[in-house]
């Protein structure tokens, strides 16, 4: 998937991106922040995990999530502020390549969560 430039635009200023998982408990959401995502060439965010431990557990039952992510700070498609919805699958992992170019960053994470992205919806 190719990733909009204006959603590369968006996680280059500070903010919040909501993480929505479905498991046999029902729905979960946890947070994290714009500076964690890295962005791949072939369409995957890659987001430490210091905890996401629910989030972990939803994505073995289920890995369909939902990301939300938002700036004030870029124009959008109405004015001031935009943000989009990303539909994907996640997976966890705790080795491997993409671990270990995060892990270089963030020595306090235990894994890396992996969404492979579907759609990158604008919603502003």
């Keep these: 998937m190719d ?3 204006k959603l590369r ?3 280059k200023k500070d903010g919040v991106v909501a993480i929505a998982t479905l498991g046999q408990d029902g729905p979960h959401m946890v947070n994290t922040w714009h500076s964690y995502v890295r962005l ?3 369409g995957r965010m890659l987001i430490p995990a210091g905890y996401m431990n629910k989030t972990e ?3 073995a ?3 369909e999530v939902l990301v939300t992510l938002g700036s004030s700070k870029v124009p959008g498609e109405n004015g001031p502020g935009t943000g ?3 539909e994907g699958t996640g997976a966890f992992s705790a080795s491997g390549p993409d671990f270990d170019v995060l ?3 963030f020595g306090w994470m235990r894994a890396v969560l992996t969404v492979t992205m579907r759609s990158a919806t604008q919603t502003l």
């Design 9 to 11: 635009e968006v996680l």
């Design 57 to 59: 557990a939803n994505v």
């Design 61 to 63: 039952f289920n890995p």
């Design 103 to 105: 892990k270089a960053t």
């Design 84 to 86: 989009f919805l990303i």
């Design 3 to 5: 990733i909009p430039e």
């Design 40 to 42: 791949t060439d072939d």
